[in-house]
């Protein structure tokens, strides 16, 4: 290995990789960051892929995850000085149903309740209730997953929660963890409506009704949304992206793009340096930082080094179900039959809680859902710049498909039946589109080698896959068995999503823990 030039490399610009370079250059740490793509930013990008002038985000496009995180909290000014901005959504989301029928959900509580209300009077007074208990436990649960996982400060805030809410409020949150969405909701709700509405959200991550754990994320996402709204990106979700970049670069690190790492280096059970696809090697004094998944860091970028049982154990990391997104270019917006549904955010086209669990059950037995849900994100109804005058762009997010699929060959046929699906509710959508792309699984995992299968979550969030078991016992703190090997992004603690923080909590514990002090100030910090 040459000398080294430098404290850190980290290998990808996800978003992660994005908040840990951030992070360390902030701190002084002379920093290079790799990236396969042209573009930094992973599963956060926004390009147009349609027809000019229509800017799609071709995966992530609900930034609430950003927009509450502890990164934006401490380097939100600058970022917002590099071109960040939001568009916040107050109309978040609502449920369409075969009658025609919808019920919407915004930021305004008391709406949202009349809406509840206009189907059961008992399920709006359990929506107060559990909106209620939302805002009670909200302070002791978001800032756990703004944490490493264990650690003192997660204990700590667990306790500050007994302390104010009493000794039954681990415990209920320990039943809630132990729930699925069917159990939650049929507890909770009377209506089928309104358990549905509920339920969808646990098909943005690998819950379907019956799975345990699903009662805690589905509260978690679909209360999140109705407290914040839903934040878009202004002009897309890569301003994120482009924003953390900037900061990157003017703190002083260095970011090479379309520059693969092929290897990285493992010497005498130490990482330490990478090889690039042209053969070059470069040196890193203090470690590696991989933002991929353990069967990626494993299975393709260490070739030599490690035990071939610490290579077989990451194989055994699991991923859920695949994701198709459809972008369309329209020349108007869909003419839902319920018109109300034309002002929200997402559209759920996920009617009941048997069609979520057979969609589930079909994908994850290599069948092709006839109803997967649809999450249908109107994004330029609130930010129309995103189109040409008066046009629009649409995402259909399509959960749970099968990973494994002759995806080349069904990809379009299968879209045509998904939008012949959406039509029942929105009838002439498909006369409105003048462009369209669709990335099946398989292209989702071409673009990037973390969603595999097309598992937009990066590995599942099943209970046995979450907390300290993320992505397995003992590597939560983002140390892998080889020392000066690092792992963070969505298959690391707290999951998916755009919420930076593994990539931000590893670099706070490197900057915090580092056995020997970095090279001298490379960095211009910003104040
Ligand atoms: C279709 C889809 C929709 C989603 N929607 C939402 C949403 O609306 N809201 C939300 O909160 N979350 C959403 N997510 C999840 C969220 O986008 C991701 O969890 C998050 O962006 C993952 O970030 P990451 O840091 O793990 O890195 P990734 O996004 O996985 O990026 C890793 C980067 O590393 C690069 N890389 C990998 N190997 C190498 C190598 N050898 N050399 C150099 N570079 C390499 C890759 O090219 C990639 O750019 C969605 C995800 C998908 C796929």
């Not at 490493?148 to 500050?160: K, N």
């Not at 060959?409 to 039946?417: M, Q």
């Amino acid at each position: 290995m040459p000398v080294s030039q430098y404290d850190s490399i980290i290998v990808g610009a996800g978003l992660n990789g994005l908040a840990a370079g951030v992070v360390l250059a902030k701190a002084g740490w002379k920093v290079l960051m790799f990236e396969s793509q042209s573009e930094p930013g992973g599963a956060v990008r926004t390009a147009e892929v349609t027809l000019p002038g229509f800017r799609h985000d071709l995966y992530a496009t609900n930034l609430n995850g950003f927009a509450t995180s502890q990164l934006f909290h401490d380097f939100g000014a600058d970022l917002r000085r590099l071109g960040l901005e939001f568009v916040r959504a107050s109309n978040a989301f609502c449920s369409v149903f075969p009658d025609g029928d919808m019920v919407g959900v915004t930021t305004d509580l008391e709406e949202t309740i009349s809406e509840v209300r206009r189907l059961s009077a008992a399920d709006a007074e359990a929506w107060r209730a559990l909106t209620e208990r939302f805002r009670r436990m909200a302070d002791y649960v978001f800032p756990v997953m703004r944490q490493p996982m264990p650690s003192w400060g997660t204990l700590r805030t667990l306790l500050r929660g007994t302390r104010a809410l009493g000794t039954r409020w681990p415990i209920g949150l320990f039943a809630l963890l132990m729930t699925s969405q069917r159990e939650f909701v049929t507890r909770h709700f009377r209506h089928p409506k309104i358990a549905a509405l509920w339920a969808a959200w646990g098909m943005h991550l690998d819950f379907a009704p019956e799975v345990r754990g699903g009662g805690l994320y589905g509260f978690i996402q679909c209360m999140s949304a109705q407290a914040n709204g839903l934040h878009f990106g202004k002009g897309g979700a890569s301003v994120v992206v482009d924003a953390l970049a900037r900061l990157y670069c003017e703190l002083g690190g260095e970011l090479r793009c379309s520059s693969p790492v092929a290897e990285i280096v493992v010497e005498n059970g130490r990482a330490v340096g990478v090889k690039l696809s042209g053969g070059e090697l470069i040196a890193a004094r203090h470690g590696v930082i991989a933002n991929t998944t353990p069967t990626v860091l494993f299975g393709k970028l260490i070739k030599a080094g490690v035990s071939r049982r610490l290579a077989r154990k990451a194989q055994r990391y699991r991923y859920g179900p695949g994701t198709m997104m459809i972008h369309l270019a329209l020349s108007q917006l869909p003419q839902w039959r319920n018109s109300r549904a034309a002002s929200f955010a997402y559209v759920h086209v996920a009617p009941s809680l048997e069609i979520m669990s057979r969609a589930y059950d079909d994908a994850s037995h290599g069948r092709l859902p006839a109803e997967p849900v649809l999450i249908v994100a109107q994004p330029t109804l609130f930010n129309a710049s995103r189109a040409p005058h008066s046009r629009h762009v649409l995402s259909i997010q399509v959960r749970v498909l099968p990973s494994r699929l002759d995806w080349d060959t069904v990809k379009e046929e299968y879209a045509d039946r998904l939008l012949a699906l959406l039509e029942r509710y929105a009838p002439g959508v498909r006369q409105q589109i003048v462009g369209r792309c669709v990335l099946s699984p398989v292209d989702l995992e071409r673009a990037n080698p973390n969603l595999v299968g097309g598992d937009n979550l990066s590995g599942s969030h099943h209970l046995a896959q979450q907390f300290i078991f993320r992505p397995f016992l003992g590597w939560s703190r983002y140390r892998t068995p080889v020392r000066g090997l690092y792992i963070c992004g969505a298959s690391t603690w707290p999951g998916a999503g755009v919420t930076a923080a593994s990539g931000y909590l590893l670099a706070n514990l490197l900057t915090q823990t580092a056995d020997q002090p970095p090279s001298t100030g490379m960095s211009t910090p910003v104040t």
